[in-house]
């Protein structure tokens, strides 16, 4: 039952060990000098991260390993929880995650079973209690932990006395099917936390029963006012800081967009005159209207795809003239990203921040990208790369011509690109930011915890 993979797909995931990379920056005061973090009175030294896979899945993963390093290299001790699985990483706290789980039955006793464990954990919520009581943390910080952990260890924490801070990778909180999507069409109904649409529209790829099961979930978790608890929430585009503030109010949010970290990439000094398309292929991606630009343009431009997802076999086949690759990983991935001459980004849902498009920015490629969501923060029109009405491949195929037209365009743009992933999405800044709000909320609750009589 999950949305698309938001901020980065899994098919465009390059393999590598947590640390190696690289969000963010924030609209927080931000202190680049390293030794703020030694500092003997800093209030904080443990932090519990969260997240439901402990491998490189998604988006979510990435921003959560580098924050993890982050706070490692700057002295603070990290604690882990996650589920059980064979693809994670090492972890000595392993022995709290929960066991597996999956969502499919062929049983009507494990089909409630099931669905009870996704609305509410039982295991979950028992196993954080004993982790927090054990490990001591000063704080918790969620990320993509629905369903598998769900959002129930917001309220163990919060008995615990424990502030937490949930980073918003996608739009569950106010979209019950994570996408901000109905019947393949941008919906905000249930942004202020009335979920009646959601059946009324079968939001869950039309089946009643599935679309049930997500607005018992959202009312539950409603009236247990599990997101109430967060202290905290990190928007990574003002989009989706706008998209939440209306139900959890402008002092719980903060926007801290992704980054990346661009010294550990070389610009190319050339590219071999491709359109390259990153991400997973399903409906909302857009990728079919650049395959119809591709194609109502007849192929006068090499058109690459690589990833992954349910279209793919579909289009496969009605667009041969295009290169379809599969999932790359590793160096085959970064080759594309080098050779490639321009980027395309068609999405047609509300993108919160595709870290694919930084990645794009850091090799110096200009890209084109669908005017919609938080991509309009990212990619500056005429600056970095050229935006386009979501669903036009006329405007698309456009943007794509002029800029294949002109390698000193393309490198003006690139330079651009390259240029802001420097100077405004700086790892090291987002280590320090990340750290000041932190400190703030442990503070807060230090100081709380004293008043009484």
């Known amino acids: 039952m999950r949305g698309p993979s938001t901020d980065h797909d899994v098919d465009t995931i390059v393999a ?8 963010t920056q924030v609209d927080l005061p931000a202190i680049e000098d390293t030794r703020h973090f030694s500092s003997p009175e800093r209030s904080i030294k443990k932090i519990l991260f969260a997240n439901k896979f402990f491998f490189l899945n998604g988006g979510s993963e990435v921003v959560m390993f580098d924050e993890m390093e982050l706070m490692k290299k700057r002295g603070l001790e990290v604690v882990e929880f996650s589920m059980h699985d064979v693809r994670n990483f090492p972890s000595k706290y392993d022995s709290y995650f929960v066991s597996q789980k999956g969502y499919r039955s062929n049983s009507p006793f494990g089909q409630i079973k099931s669905a009870l464990s996704f609305i509410h954990s039982r295991e979950a919520v028992k196993q954080i209690t004993q982790l927090i009581r054990d490990e001591k943390p000063d704080l918790l910080h969620c990320h993509n932990i629905y369903h598998q952990l769900t959002p129930s260890i917001i309220n163990a924490a919060a008995r615990l006395k424990l502030p937490v801070v949930l980073t918003l990778h996608d739009y569950k909180p106010v979209c019950p099917v994570y996408t901000q999507l109905a019947n393949g069409q941008p919906c905000t109904k249930c942004s202020e936390g009335r979920f ?32 109430q608890r967060v202290d905290k929430f990190i928007a990574p585009s003002r989009f989706m800081r706008d998209a939440v503030v209306h139900r959890f ?26 359109v390259l398309y990153l991400g997973r292929l399903s409906p909302e991606k857009g990728v079919e209207t650049l395959l119809q630009a591709h194609a109502a343009d007849d192929a006068a431009w090499r058109l690459v795809v690589a ?14 003239l295009a290169e379809f690759t599969g999932h790359l990983t590793g160096d085959a991935l970064k080759a594309r990203l080098r050779d490639a001459s321009v980027v395309v980004v068609p999405s047609e849902w509300h993108e919160n921040s595709p870290l694919s498009i930084l990645e794009a920015m850091a090799h110096a490629k200009p890209i084109v ?11 500056r029109d005429g600056e970095t790369g050229f935006l386009f009405n ?18 000193d365009l393309r490198r003006k743009l690139g330079r651009e690109a390259r240029r802001i992933v420097e100077t405004q999405y700086s790892l090291t800044r987002h ?9 703030s909320l442990v503070i807060a609750s230090k100081s709380s915890s004293k008043v009484g009589p």
């Open 16 to 23: 590598k060990p947590p640390g190696t990379w690289g969000p």
């Open 196 to 227: 009646g649409a959601l059946l009324s529209q079968r939001c869950a790829g039309g089946s009643i029963g599935r679309s049930a099961l997500l607005w018992a979930e959202a009312r539950y978790h409603a009236a247990a006012k599990s997101y």
């Open 249 to 274: 109010g402008e002092d719980k949010v903060v926007h801290i967009p992704n980054g990346i970290d661009s010294s550990l990439i070389e610009v190319p000094r050339q590219d071999k005159g491709f």
């Open 307 to 320: 990833g992954t997802g349910p279209l793919l076999q579909d289009l496969r086949s009605r667009f041969s």
């Open 369 to 379: 990208a669908a005017r919609i969501g938080g991509i309009p923060e990212l990619v």
């Open 390 to 407: 979501p669903a036009s491949r006329q405007e698309l195929s456009s943007c794509i011509r002029l800029l294949l037209d002109s390698s």
């Open 431 to 439: 280590g320090a930011s990340l750290l000041s709000l932190y400190e």
